[in-house]
């Protein structure tokens, strides 16, 4: 009998030893068990507070090829994260009376003046098109109800866009303001900015926004000594394996409003902090209260954010988490009522980058989390799932303490 104790005591204490303790324990317990059961290469994670980060967590690989494994610092290519950076410094100039919602987008830039609405597609590759009702605004770019879509999410733009034409040769899908379609609208934004500020874009957001928050390893082209800390790229084939493609030697992307930045989780979620803040990092007010409020809540009324569908599934499952229900802000998603059950509460904000990168911001609970892989397509089912995962532990964890 002594001995079965025994045996019963030992089994019990190895179980112990191998279910994790701590809300960290559960996390990594978690990403772990996405790598090894080979749904994804790898994985940072960090989730912070207002002031403080809570969790941080690199598992896998981030280069197979080369065995190097993912760290804290690996800087990933975050791809339509960008937006939320363009939008903050569109909010900053119009903080400063340089820039107004209302304001026509051709009083900027005016070829936008010149743009036509989609009435009509045929078969043989022609369309129609007619007069918008109104000018597209810079109320519209921020909200992404320009009409403006990216032609990865429209079959007929698809067949028109061939990789040469401008944004404002390509029609609108809708009237200024009659939906949300989502589109390089940011990349418009930060067409404007750079022309109104009289710096380009990269050094407007240095100067105005990465340099304040410390955010060092975010940029639009990796210094030469930091290229060795960058992910490589893996696209999920239509068996199901993973291929990875190296990375080149130059890594360097355009400088646009709607994509293009290489950062860390870290330094992503300096930059959610400034939205727990208030509009602070530190003692440094990057903008006001009522700018912060404003770019957090509902600016399109009684639209939703509808499912954007995708003309290449090899780039693009259909997305958002929320289409139907949620809401958009200036450069953010807001998830509407009611809240899926253990899940980011009403109020979050959030978006992502087309290579799976996430975030959410809970105002309410005051956290944020940024969970990076780099992996095609967007939305690929076994990448949504270690975002939902991770988000269902991390407020499991929030429940117990």
């Known amino acids: 009998m002594n001995g079965v104790k025994q045996v019963m005591i030992l089994a019990v204490t190895a179980l112990l030893l191998q279910t994790p303790r701590t809300a960290s324990e559960r996390l990594d317990a978690f990403l772990r068990s996405t790598v090894d059961g080979g749904d994804i290469p790898g994985v940072v994670a960090m989730v912070v507070d207002p002031h403080t980060t809570i969790y941080t967590g690199a598992l896998g690989k981030a280069d197979v090829s080369h065995d190097r494994p993912m760290r804290p610092d690996t800087i990933f290519r975050i791809a339509s994260m960008t937006k939320p950076v363009t939008s903050l410094a569109a909010m900053m100039l119009i903080e400063e009376g340089q ?6 987008v051709a009083k900027y830039l005016p070829e936008y003046s010149r743009v036509r609405v989609m009435t009509a597609s045929h078969a043989d590759g022609t369309y129609e098109l007619r007069q918008p009702r109104r000018p597209i605004t810079i109320r519209d770019l ?3 109800t320009s009409g403006i879509v990216y032609s990865f999410v429209d079959a007929r733009l698809a067949k028109l866009d061939d990789g040469h034409k401008t944004v404002w040769e390509l029609p609108l899908v809708c009237d200024p303001g009659e939906r949300f379609a989502y589109g390089p609208n940011s990349a418009v934004l930060g067409d404007i900015i750079a ?3 009289h710096v380009p874009l990269d050094a407007f957001f240095r100067q105005r926004i990465f340099e304040p ?3 060092d390893d975010t940029f639009f082209s990796v210094p030469g000594a930091k290229r060795d800390r960058v992910v490589t790229v893996h696209a999920r084939t239509a068996d199901g394996s993973l291929h990875e493609s190296a990375n080149p030697t130059a890594l360097d992307a355009p400088v646009r409003g709607d994509g293009g930045l290489f950062s860390t989780a870290a330094d992503y979620a300096r930059f959610m902090q400034v939205f727990l803040n208030r509009g602070r990092a530190g003692n440094t007010r990057l903008v006001t209260d009522r700018t912060i409020r404003l770019m957090t809540s509902n600016q399109i009324g009684s639209l939703t954010v509808g499912e954007q569908s995708s003309s290449d599934l090899s780039v693009a499952r259909p997305f958002p988490i929320g289409a139907g229900k949620d809401t958009f802000g200036f450069g953010f998603q807001i998830a509407g009522r009611p809240a899926a059950t253990g899940f980011r509460s009403a109020g979050s904000l959030s978006w992502g980058g087309i290579f799976n990168t996430h975030f959410w911001i ?3 609970r005051s956290i944020a989390a940024v969970v990076l892989m780099q992996l095609l397509p967007y ?4 990448a949504l799932d270690v975002l939902r995962g991770f988000e269902r532990e991390v407020y499991r964890a929030r ?3």
């Open 362 to 364: 809970d105002p309410r």
């Open 99 to 104: 820039l107004a919602l209302d304001d026509p």
């Open 213 to 215: 928050l410390r955010m």
């Open 379 to 382: 939305y690929d089912p076994r």
């Open 399 to 401: 429940e117990v303490r």
């Open 142 to 144: 921020l909200t992404h």
């Open 195 to 197: 022309k109104i500020a």
